[in-house]
């Protein structure tokens, strides 16, 4: 039963508008700062992109880095899990590309 909780708490996480995007710019950017990544991200509002970010730093995906400088600066990557669920979604869309319709 943990297994089939632990499948329908990731698929509901990732299928979340614009959470496979974050992770993709991330996953070809390394690290990003808030501005970039929105900018890599046509069309996508702050609050979402602030609130995908929370949520994905909140389940260990995703690593926030503040800097003590002025003006403030915060730098996006992904964790250790982050870029493992990376890989894992690489194997997806070569599956898709492969076997696709």
Not at 11 to 34: C, E, F, N, P, V
Not at 50 to 66: A, H, N, T
């Amino acid at each position: 039963m943990a297994v089939a909780c632990n499948i329908e708490e990731t698929m509901q996480l990732l299928s979340r508008k614009w959470t496979l995007m974050i992770i993709k710019a991330l996953i070809d950017h390394g690290r990003l700062r808030y501005t970039e990544l929105a900018g890599s991200l046509n069309g996508i509002s702050p609050k979402t992109l602030s609130d995908r970010l929370k949520e994905l730093k909140q389940v260990g995906i995703v690593r926030r880095k503040s800097f003590a400088e002025i003006p403030p600066r915060v730098e996006y990557s992904l964790t250790e899990k982050g870029i493992e669920l990376g890989e894992s979604l690489s194997a997806i869309v070569d599956w898709s590309v492969k076997w696709g319709s």
